[in-house]
């Protein structure tokens, strides 16, 4: 394969280097990539995303500041390898993520009170995956043109409105927009989306639209798992665990692999069409809830979670959780008991199931990579 392409990712906050061309398809590669201007994301409210303009060719491609090791894989710059297939031509592209939404307003702390925030995936994906992914956090609403969305392999849906918690709620033109993000699913993207923001039930309707594609839907309802042991749930800031994984479908079996429990507190539940697939449910009462769908449409996938929890930081490390420094919680923090970090790496990979180059290095919550 011809490597007349190369571009320069040496770290997270340095710079990214880009030459022009590419003589042929890359083996490894998630996506193709998409040449044109876009904003790389708004690091205001809570947002860490790099600011201002970048043009060229989006997603770029991994190279690390080290040479190539003898066996075809590419170093990276902290020792680690991302293994390649086709030689040692072989280049892995960086899985482009967005994150669309304003930050989430409540927390182990409260509502708005800013000490719990919600920035711990991104901060976690940009530093952790060893050059093989980068994220964008788009804290004002962009339009979503289909030349947008090519600059990505993964889409997040958020808090989807000038305030995640009170509105008001962002609406997607229906002939432009939302036909756009159907389109670039098709063709292989991955759409993820949260809800459990406010206790507005008209949160969900700009995330139902966008989705409505796929016949996946966010109910109004608030709905939550109970909580098997009370000193987790107190512990958590009162995140009760998801447990109830569908692992006997193996379409979605592996968003489960490694996770035990995470923490969910009042999110929407989940229609899910007949042809969809369910990885996790709860039962309130005699009543079954969907809280994680996922659905294969054409190339691309589409995957709803019902709550926002999963990106405040009171669930990964314990900072700005109350709690932390509780002798009585020992063993049973969220970073003791939830899994999250290794949840957030399999919703990314199910939905770029060919995303083979993507990896996380964390020696303080070691993920499974598959």
């Not at 989430?104 to 919600?118: C, I, P, T, Y």
């Not at 989306?193 to 109004?220: H, K, Q, R």
């Not at 008991?337 to 990896?359: E, L």
Request: net charge negative; aromatic share 8%; glycine share 12%.
């Amino acid at each position: 394969m011809g490597a007349n392409v190369r571009l320069r990712r040496l770290s997270f906050g340095i710079a990214l280097w880009a030459l022009v061309g590419l003589a042929s398809a890359l083996s490894c590669s998630a996506s193709s990539s998409s040449t044109g201007t876009h904003n790389q994301g708004d690091s205001t409210n809570g947002g860490v995303g790099a600011t201002g303009n970048a043009t060229g060719s989006q997603p770029g491609f991994v190279i690390s500041d080290a040479s190539k090791n003898s066996g075809g894989a590419t170093s990276i710059v902290d020792g680690e390898a991302v293994p390649c297939t086709n030689g040692d031509d072989c280049i892995c592209p960086t899985l482009s993520v967005a994150v669309i939404g304003t930050r989430g307003q409540w927390g182990a702390q409260g509502n708005s009170s800013g000490l719990d925030s919600d920035t711990a995936f991104q901060d976690w994906l940009n530093s952790s995956s060893a050059g093989t992914a980068r994220v964008d956090n788009y804290a004002t609403k962009p339009t979503l043109t289909p030349d947008f969305l090519a600059g990505y392999n993964v889409i997040i849906l958020g808090g989807l409105g000038d305030n995640s918690d009170t509105g008001p709620w962002w609406t997607f033109n229906a002939t432009t927009e939302i036909p756009a993000v159907a389109e670039w699913v098709r063709k292989g993207g991955g759409l993820i989306s949260l809800s459990g923001y406010s206790g507005d039930p008209g949160e969900v309707t700009a995330t139902n639209a966008l989705l409505a594609f796929s016949g996946i839907a966010y109910n109004s309802d608030r709905v939550g798992p109970p909580c098997p042991i009370y000193q987790i749930c107190g512990c958590s800031a009162g995140a009760a665990p998801i447990t109830d994984w569908v692992q006997s479908d193996p379409v979605v079996a592996n968003l489960s692999l490694g996770v035990t429990m995470i923490g969910e507190v009042g999110g929407h539940s989940i229609n899910a069409p007949a042809n969809a697939h369910v990885a996790a449910t709860t039962t309130n009462g005699t009543s079954l809830y969907n809280l994680l769908v996922g659905e294969v449409v054409e190339q691309g996938r589409v995957l709803a979670y019902s709550d926002e929890w999963i990106t405040y930081t009171s669930q990964w490390t314990g900072v700005g959780n109350p709690s932390t420094s509780d002798p009585a919680c020992t063993g049973y923090l969220p970073q003791d008991r939830f899994q999250t970090a290794q949840f957030w790496y399999n919703m990314i990979r199910w939905s770029q199931p060919n995303a083979t180059c993507f990896k996380i290095v964390d020696k303080k919550q070691p993920v499974t990579v598959w």
